[in-house]
């Protein structure tokens, strides 16, 4: 497994192995890996001759009050678990090396950077779009990894691949859960016992909002999200920054549901914002009816 | 000479060129072509195995108060000045392919593009960076030309390789200029035969203002700014847009001159805004001292 930290060095890298018509997968982290990243993974590594995986806790997308600082770093623990996954290269970049000073350019996504997610973190997207475009251009992937845990981010991400004419396909990897629901996130370790408990809260307002609509047959948006605002508020250590129900690919939210949907919920469990999302498909209800 | 007008067609066609290891040249234009790109042309052409033209008038880098309508249209007189020039393609997208509806995506490329062209044409360099990075991801060349006369947009677009990464080579080819020093510009064709003659007061000025440097030694911008405007209104039909003296990388304004410095102006003649700059070297001094 190689270690790269240059710029230079992994362009150099990329470019032998397409002269040599390898493909090469790209996992984009910011370190503090867990199953969710490594199900991606072994997706590229199943998917491609070549898999580099980048680790970069990205300033551009932390907001000035943001845990920028405070985001977990584990260089070490997180090489531990990509060896024995076989990964073919991993792209550790600092800070200096990807924004060197004077730097400036900066990628807007536009309007779909500033709903959801956008609303409470202005210019989060942007700098995701600005971070993804580098590192397209420095691994130049033909496939590139993303869970559906960060919905919305997927969504930017194939929004800036088409319109800025990216050749790197954008695969993305179902949740991944632990038993009681709770999706895999590097932010979970925030959680002290008592709010680890409460965490699940998000996938079981996600779940009951996805019965309202395939078992319940309720189409009036407003409704079920003041179901879900409900459920989440039954949770005294749980409050709800945002639910919402939107359109898959513009994510435009819906009054009344039409197939298929994304739920989409930013919650905080104490001081710890997390976000979750279902996808709620036309086959779901006629499998009901 | 291929005509291709479809993205996917280009990255279809540039991909097989580069399993095939040849190298590409880009040379994008805004077509209504003139010596100067055909100087670019030529060039691409000794340097790679497979130039590639892009004719293109990107509606992003236009005002609304500017003359998007009205600049120079000819594809047929420029494919007729291409073909004798043996360029392998020629990349011809319509406005609908490059922007289609929803489209929201820029580049921003920060203060370089606000200051000097960038002040009386706000939004322009962040359209050229947003086309330029989509022509170069649609084209993928090795190396891209473009001319010394638009040479805060060669800045800008230095900016953009090296602060996303692209792995462009960026060949900047002197200005070419007619009998009596005017640069060529497609829109020269907007002078009134009144106004053709008054138009070379901004080589003029620029060569008056790297004399003064060269030849008697003042150090002063300021001073050399003011010299340069008075020649400049010597011209009733001309009206200065902006005469600034700034450094090559960062174009920043100076207040002493330390070569090399960039002489760059703006300047009416009637209706039209036409630009031009001089690079003054430090070696120029040295021979003549």
């Known amino acids: 497994m190689q270690i790269i930290t ?20 790209l996992v984009p982290t910011m370190g503090a890996l867990h199953e969710g990243h490594l199900g991606l993974v072994r997706r590229s590594k199943d998917e491609n001759d070549f898999t580099v995986v980048s680790i970069f806790v990205n300033p551009s997308q932390f907001g000035p009050n943001e845990d920028f600082n405070e985001y977990p770093r584990d260089t070490e623990g997180d090489l531990d678990k990509l060896s024995p996954c076989k990964v073919d290269a991993v792209f550790i970049p600092g800070a200096d090396e990807m924004y060197p000073e004077g730097f400036s350019t900066s990628i807007n996504i536009g309007n779909i950077g500033t709903i959801l997610c956008g609303a409470s973190r202005p210019g989060h997207f942007n700098g995701v779009a600005t971070v993804v475009a580098k590192l397209f251009n420095i691994v130049m992937p033909g496939r590139a990894y993303f869970g559906q845990k960060d919905f919305q981010q997927t969504v930017v991400i194939g929004k800036l691949v088409r319109e800025l004419d990216f050749g790197v396909d954008i695969v993305v990897c179902p949740t991944v859960r632990g038993p009681d629901g709770l999706a895999m996130s590097s932010r979970n370790g925030y959680l002290s ?19 309202l609509i395939v078992s319940n047959g309720i189409v009036n948006a407003v409704l079920i999200k ?45 001081k710890t914002r997390l976000i979750d999302n279902i996808v709620v498909e036309k086959k779901q209800v006629e499998d009901v009816r």
């Open 193 to 211: 016992d008592e709010e680890r408990k409460a965490a699940p809260i998000l996938y079981k307002a996600l779940k009951f909002g996805e019965e």
């Open 226 to 270: 003041e179901e879900m605002r409900k459920l989440i508020h039954t949770e005294p250590l749980a409050a709800a920054d945002y639910v919402e129900i939107v359109t898959l690919g513009r994510l435009e939210g819906v009054e009344k549901i039409e197939l298929p949907v994304a739920i989409c919920i930013a919650v905080k469990i104490g």
């Open 6 to 25: 240059a710029i230079e060095d992994m362009q150099a890298l990329s470019s032998r192995l397409l002269s040599e018509k390898k493909n090469i997968g």
